[in-house]
């Protein structure tokens, strides 16, 4: 039997990168995925690379109002939900200076308010002993410059792991984190506008890191699945997936 026979996860912010690297592992072991982005471009790719085996849904992570609707057709497709992977979340390097109210409500809303409420909807639906992973940051714990408003929202988001995990113990589910470091997704070049400068960036993050490397997105789904079904006496942690960046 497949390892994940029979399991049915979502995947909020999965049509890409770790996300997309997770709902793939998952469904060559036999799970059953929903998963959620925000370009049609990306919408389009995840549904040739996944198959019929994942549903894909359009749904902007930061709208209350498109939460209630994955919600609604999560209960509508699966009924009941094995693991919910919050996923979705970025960040715009901005520095003090420059950080506008704009910026600010765009990285607590999508970093930090959207998950919490995901969370709240979906919650309901999750299986007793099954699972919930948020995707952190190192940024939550290192003082980056021009991260301030994205760290203090994965911040938020690592307090909540704790608080939903204490909330949700009844329902015997178990809330933990995974906080990625420097991950080779391609993000990069949506940051930053010319090849220099993406040069630059990834040479500097390289020289800082104790593993002297980018991570892959598949060594942040092979974590995010270790807490989600083997990780079974853990709830309330993050685990750090960063080349030992926060740790040494």
């Known amino acids: ?19 997309l690297s997770t709902a793939k592992m998952l469904i060559d072991e036999g799970a059953r995925v929903l998963v959620t982005g925000r370009s049609q471009a990306g ?21 209350l109002t498109d939460i209630d609707a994955v919600a609604a057709r999560v209960k509508t497709e699966f009924d009941t939900v094995d693991l919910l992977f919050v996923n979705a979340g970025f960040s715009i390097p901005t520095p003090l200076g420059s950080v506008t109210e704009a910026v600010y409500d765009e ?21 007793r002993g099954g699972s919930v992973v948020l995707t952190t940051s190192v940024a939550n714990v290192k003082g980056l410059p021009g991260q301030a408003t994205y760290g203090a929202a994965k911040a938020a988001l690592r307090s909540f792991a704790r608080v939903l995990a204490a ?14 470091g420097p991950i080779d997704t391609g993000i990069l070049d949506k940051v930053f506008p010319t090849e220099e400068m993406r040069t ?49």
């Open 167 to 180: 909330e949700l113990l009844p329902q015997e589910i178990r809330v933990n984190a995974v906080s990625p």
């Open 43 to 63: 919408l389009d790719s995840a549904k040739q690379e996944l198959g019929t085996s994942a549903l894909v849904v359009s749904s902007d992570a930061r709208s």
């Open 200 to 248: 630059q960036v990834k040479a500097h993050t390289v020289g800082i890191i104790p593993m002297k490397r980018f991570g892959t997105s598949k060594e942040i789904a092979k974590a995010v699945l270790f807490l989600a079904f083997e990780a079974t006496f853990t709830t309330g942690a993050e685990l750090p997936v960063d080349g030992g960046w926060s740790q040494l």
């Open 1 to 19: 039997m497949a390892r994940y026979q029979d399991k049915q996860v979502v995947i909020l912010g999965g049509t890409s990168g770790m996300g």
């Open 107 to 127: 990285m607590f809303n999508l970093n930090a308010k959207g998950p919490f409420f995901a969370v709240q909807k979906l919650a309901p639906m999750i299986n």
